[in-house]
């Protein structure tokens, strides 16, 4: 069995002029909204085997976060620039990649890609992700490699948790 956490990353910042799209920071909600999700995940899920994250600033930041909610160590947090590209599959070709060792793992990345995915592989439709949006996909397979068809067995949204 396989579990894959995806998150895309916390609400972004676009007030700085002249900044380059990857290096956009994490607005205070966007961090606040990290906080909040880490915590979710903290109580509702057995600490992931790995965490992966887009290069791009807010994905990272969002992924440093739950690192240290979840108490996994920053210096094992894999930076992946193929999970910073706008062409399709991205996201699949990463998850298949995944070291067979790992039962789980959590991806921080972005919204293209993630509602194909989710929508792709999950068992739930689910229309839109929003920023920090979690959704949790299990797969009955050894091998990353054979995901297809999974469970979706989580879906945690940043406005579920707010009074």
């Given at each position: 069995?396989?579990?894959?956490?995806?998150?895309r990353?916390a609400k972004?910042?676009?007030?700085y002029e002249?900044?380059?799209?990857?290096?956009?920071p994490?607005?205070?909600?966007?961090?606040?909204?990290?906080?909040?999700l880490?915590?979710?995940?903290?109580?509702?899920?057995?600490?992931?085997?790995?965490?992966?994250?887009s290069?791009?600033?807010?994905?990272?930041h969002?992924?440093?976060?739950?690192c240290?909610v979840?108490?996994?160590?920053?210096?094992?947090?894999k930076?992946?620039?193929?999970?910073?590209?706008?062409?399709?599959?991205?996201?699949?070709?990463?998850?298949?990649?995944?070291?067979?060792?790992?039962?789980?793992?959590?991806?921080f990345?972005?919204d293209?890609?993630?509602?194909t995915?989710?929508?792709?592989?999950?068992?739930?439709?689910?229309s839109?992700?929003?920023?920090?949006?979690?959704?949790?996909?299990?797969?009955d397979?050894?091998?990353?490699?054979?995901?297809?068809?999974?469970?979706?067995?989580?879906?945690?949204?940043?406005?579920?948790?707010?009074d």
């Amino acid at each position: 069995m396989k579990t894959i956490y995806i998150v895309r990353h916390a609400k972004s910042s676009w007030e700085y002029e002249g900044i380059q799209d990857i290096d956009r920071p994490l607005k205070k909600r966007g961090i606040k909204d990290a906080y909040l999700l880490a915590n979710v995940l903290k109580e509702k899920i057995k600490k992931p085997d790995a965490f992966i994250a887009s290069c791009a600033n807010r994905a990272l930041h969002t992924g440093i976060i739950f690192c240290n909610v979840m108490g996994f160590p920053m210096a094992n947090l894999k930076i992946s620039k193929s999970l910073y590209s706008f062409s399709d599959g991205y996201l699949v070709k990463t998850i298949r990649a995944l070291d067979d060792a790992y039962d789980s793992a959590i991806v921080f990345s972005h919204d293209h890609g993630i509602n194909t995915f989710v929508n792709t592989f999950g068992s739930k439709p689910i229309s839109h992700v929003p920023t920090c949006g979690v959704i949790g996909i299990q797969f009955d397979t050894e091998h990353w490699k054979n995901i297809k068809s999974g469970k979706t067995v989580l879906k945690e949204f940043p406005a579920n948790h707010k009074d």
